[in-house]
């Protein structure tokens, strides 16, 4: 194939759990590698996205980091998908919203049970904590939402191949799962 599509994909607050279902698709990756190339993603050694067909966002927003890479993504990729519950909704680790950011901190850090060399760290190379976690789509306008914790293979798999074959996304119900 002349022009192959496109792909991008980041994990921001989350697990990589959306990633691993992804590779997933076994096999059918040989199908994939005919038509995609991949730009940053875990199997490329790209730092930055470029222009791209598709960024797949795995996990929600805790920090300015990630807020800088949603926004390149955004920026470069004509269609942006949010991956999973974490990007969805925020998924587990906005759990810690219901909680005030200092002690969350001073549990992780300073007074939970085998804390060693109490501290919290301050390094100014370390992104900045948001006091929430955020979804995606309250940063950035996100075209597509694949549900699930983590989505299966076989979603990945159908919504991939409707787009590269020019149809228009469609899950069937037995796909369509929030766990
Ligand atoms: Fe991990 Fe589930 Fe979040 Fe995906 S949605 S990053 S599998 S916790």
């Not at 490329?44 to 800088?68: F, Q, R």
């Not at 060399?117 to 939402?145: A, G, R, T, W």
Request: with cysteine; aromatic share 6%.
């Amino acid at each position: 194939m002349a022009n192959k599509i496109r792909v991008a994909t980041t994990s921001l607050a989350g697990c990589f759990g959306c990633h691993m279902s992804f590779l997933d698709i076994d096999e059918r990756m040989l199908q994939l590698a005919e038509v995609v190339e991949f730009d940053r993603s875990p199997i490329t050694d790209i730092e930055h996205c470029t222009n791209c067909d598709i960024g797949l966002i795995e996990g929600g927003v805790c920090n300015s980091e990630n807020v800088h890479v949603l926004r390149e993504f955004r920026n470069n990729c004509k269609i942006l998908v949010a991956v999973g519950a974490c990007a969805i909704n925020g998924g587990l680790p906005a759990m810690r919203n219901h909680i005030p950011l200092e002690e969350c901190l001073n549990e992780a850090y300073l007074d939970g049970i085998g804390v060693e060399n109490p501290k919290i760290p301050s390094d100014i190379e370390l992104p900045l904590l948001l006091n929430q976690v955020h979804p995606i789509h309250e940063i950035v306008k996100i075209d597509y939402y694949l549900p699930g914790c983590p989505p299966s293979a076989d979603v990945f798999w159908k919504f991939l191949t409707d787009l590269i074959e020019g149809r228009e996304p469609s899950l069937p119900y037995e796909l369509v799962h929030y766990d």
